[in-house]
């Protein structure tokens, strides 16, 4: 992979795009399987900004990870060898601080407080912070709520984690949050924990319906409880050594595009959740409905520690809280 990530940058040689008469070409990345809602709405993002430009403006995609991890590719983002990509908030907040924010449990009321958060001018603001390290937001894209899944016990109250080893991303707050609940938080990567589940390594893990059942996790894990104790959204970014190089009307197509591939992307969302626990119930996993104020009580320290730790945090926090 590293060969080949090395490759990738010598071929691209340093430069986001290609102009090919009057057209150019922007090289966007990701880590999603072409089946995924995300990269469903990347493709919007490429016809729209085509259909907007006339045709002046195009988006080459690779995806599936063809050119790196997320955090690879954003530090390919920074150098100008590619123009765009989408990461998830959480590995962002390793860049820019401020997207942390985002990962605390039950911030968000509901879907609707979370996109009026997101697409309103608290989420613009944190969009805009990352212009600093040479990564400016475009735009949020649906990315679920995570839930619990196990292995051979259920889970119905916090009670039930105790004692229970939970693979959770390398990322503080998702540490925090299943050690408070009374789980175990266990570091993992992604592409081992289907056989980590399958022998005993860990208990269980927490993710969304989409992820749960196109990574097959489904087929070693009995139990899907929907706490829905996160909602950590995925970002869309274009590096600023690409964006000041556009004049004002392509910042507008671009810009434009991406907020009408958001509304499409929504949908491709719902309707993946829809079929992935269709297809996880078939498969014969007990979903469970819990009462979500015993998780969402529980987990309260984790804010409390976090306000404590990044008082500079506290005014925005406050900000999504109220709105």
């Avoid at 057209?23 to 999603?32: G, P």
Wanted: hydrophobic share 35%; charged share 25%.
């Amino acid at each position: 992979m590293k060969q080949f990530f090395l490759v990738c940058i010598l071929a691209l040689a340093f430069t986001s795009c290609k102009e090919e008469g009057d057209t150019q070409t922007l090289y966007l990345a990701h880590t999603l399987p072409q089946g995924h809602p995300v990269h469903k709405g990347i493709l919007e993002f490429k016809r729209v900004l085509n259909e907007k430009s006339g045709g002046k403006m195009n988006v080459k995609v690779f995806p599936d990870g063809q050119l790196g991890s997320e955090r690879e590719v954003l530090e390919l983002l920074q150098i100008g060898s590619v123009a765009i990509t989408k990461v998830s908030a959480a590995t962002l907040s390793n860049f820019v601080p401020e997207y942390h924010v985002l990962g605390i449990p039950y911030l968000f009321r509901d879907k609707q407080h979370q996109f009026d958060v997101l697409e309103g001018e608290v989420g613009k603001s944190i969009l805009e912070k990352g212009s600093k390290f040479w990564l400016r937001g475009l735009g949020y894209y649906d990315a679920g709520s995570r839930s619990f899944y196990t292995s051979n016990k259920a889970i119905r109250t916090p009670e039930d984690l105790k004692g229970l080893k939970i693979r959770v991303m390398n990322n503080q707050m998702a540490i925090n949050m299943v050690n408070a609940l009374g789980g175990s938080a266990t570091p993992m990567a992604y592409g081992e924990l289907y056989t980590a589940i399958q022998q005993g390594v860990v208990d269980g893990a927490e993710n969304n319906p989409p992820s749960f059942v196109s990574s097959n996790h489904y087929e070693v894990s009995k139990y899907y409880t929907l706490d829905q104790h996160s909602s950590v959204p995925d970002v869309l970014l274009i590096g600023t050594k690409y964006w000041d190089k556009l004049t004002e009307e392509e910042k507008q197509w671009v810009q434009e595009a991406m907020d009408e591939s958001v509304q499409a992307q929504k949908r491709f969302w719902n309707e993946s959740v829809e079929a992935s626990m269709a297809t996880a119930k078939k498969a014969g996993v007990e979903v469970i409905i819990p009462e979500k104020s015993l998780f969402q009580e529980q987990s309260k320290s984790v804010l409390e520690a976090f306000m404590k730790e990044h008082p500079e945090m506290n005014d925005l926090i406050n900000q999504i809280k109220n709105q």
